[in-house]
């Protein structure tokens, strides 16, 4: 049985998880499909920011290759985004954690653009074509959310005290 008052508790972040991949395929109307938010990274990105050490680029890239397969894209689309931004984080989390949140959501931006720019490269490469910087809107809604993010997974990690 969980115990909910002990620092163990990391089935949050599986939740999370998979409620981040739920709203990954969540059906939006056509004109809103490149607004939507980069779900999967923004939870990763919390965490690997949060819980450094107990991330690893396998378990990411096991985590992009099952959101392929969830949304249909290239194998290894979101798996090489996913690896990429990852260990950018873990190399960046310790000054991460002095910026401010301001600061902090420019830096989401740069990250999920960063992820952004690899799958528009995997999706040119399979045929497919995006004119201008289309490809970054995901990238800048994700950095507006990213306080939302932060403040809501930071309460939920003192409440269950994830360690």
Known sequence: MIDLTRGHNRWLVLVALL???????????????????????????????????????????????????VEGTPLGQHALGLVIVTYIALQSYRR???????????WVFVLVGIAQMTSNWVHSLAGGHVSGLQFLYPALVSAVLWPLVHIGFGGLRHRYRIQ
């Open 19 to 69: 409620l981040a991949l739920t709203l990954a395929v969540y059906p939006l109307p056509l004109d809103w499909r490149w607004w939507r938010p980069e779900f999967v990274m923004l939870v990763v990105v919390y965490w690997v920011f949060t819980l450094p050490d107990h991330v690893s680029l396998t378990q990411v890239a096991l985590l992009g290759l099952i959101q392929d397969l």
């Open 96 to 106: 991460f954690g002095n910026y401010a949140l301001w600061q902090q959501a420019c």
